[in-house]
DNA sequence: TACAATAGTGTACCTACTTGCAAAAGTAAA
DNA sequence: TTTACTTTTGCAAGTAGGTACACTATTGTA
């Protein structure tokens, strides 16, 4: 009863970080900013499959929740730098390990 | 470009994973896994908030995908057994540094 | 003069994920 | 006799997540 009640527990306190980065396209996201920061239109070249909508909206998601930052230069036409706050940086053992488990077995 | 290209072709496999492990609770599941076979119950009990309906159909998800198998027993009441495979075994390693970054920064 | 480029916004829509509730079967225990 | 236990399924419904497409501003280039 011991060890299993701790397993509910890291489930319960897992809940709360997959609602941030559950999202279709957010793990994707993050893998592709893991090395170096991209400016809007790359990292949209980057995911493939994903639209305006949804990236814009992804993004602003996981800058509200420190996991990536945003910087604007008043540029023509305008440049937007995304990269990975020391948070979102940390997700890379997570990443490296999922795409190993994509490459051995998908 | 060529690290570019890298990246997008690396996402585009792990999107297929993420297919199928993308789910609101896959994760979760998979993570209460990890300790050893659970009956449904028991998986109900585990995964707090999730309901009859979504576990059923995510069970029969990733058992259609070999990330757990399904060993029903004619007992009264009915007793039925789950447990991953090898392939779902080796997602560990993701879901513990999961599990380690939601503790970090949670 | 027309077009391309960037980083979004506005509007409208859609569907698929997710939920809630009830019910089945058969035995054991109160 | 009633209730509980387990593993589902059926039905009906809701909501949020995701999509499509057009449009803005400003400058440089062909």
Redesign the interface.
């Known amino acids: 009863m011991e060890?299993?009640k701790n397993?509910?527990e890291?489930?319960?306190?897992?809940?709360?970080?997959?609602d941030i980065l559950?999202g279709?396209w957010t793990?994707?996201i993050i893998?592709?900013l893991l090395?170096g920061k991209k400016r809007f239109k790359e990292l949209e070249?980057?995911?493939?499959?994903i639209n305006t909508r949804m990236l814009v909206k992804e993004l602003k998601n996981l800058e509200d929740h420190q996991i990536l930052t945003r910087t604007a230069f008043a540029t023509v036409p305008p440049t937007v730098e995304y990269s990975l706050t020391d948070?979102g940086r940390?997700?890379e053992?997570?990443m490296k390990?999922?795409?190993?488990?994509?490459?051995?077995?998908?």
Not at 11 to 16: H, K, N
Not at 97 to 106: A, E, I, S, V
């Open positions: 060890a299993k397993t509910v890291k489930i319960c306190e897992m809940q709360t970080a997959l559950g279709k793990f994707l893998y592709a090395d070249r980057a995911v493939t499959g948070k940390d997700l053992a997570t390990y999922l795409y190993k488990w994509t490459k051995d077995w998908m």
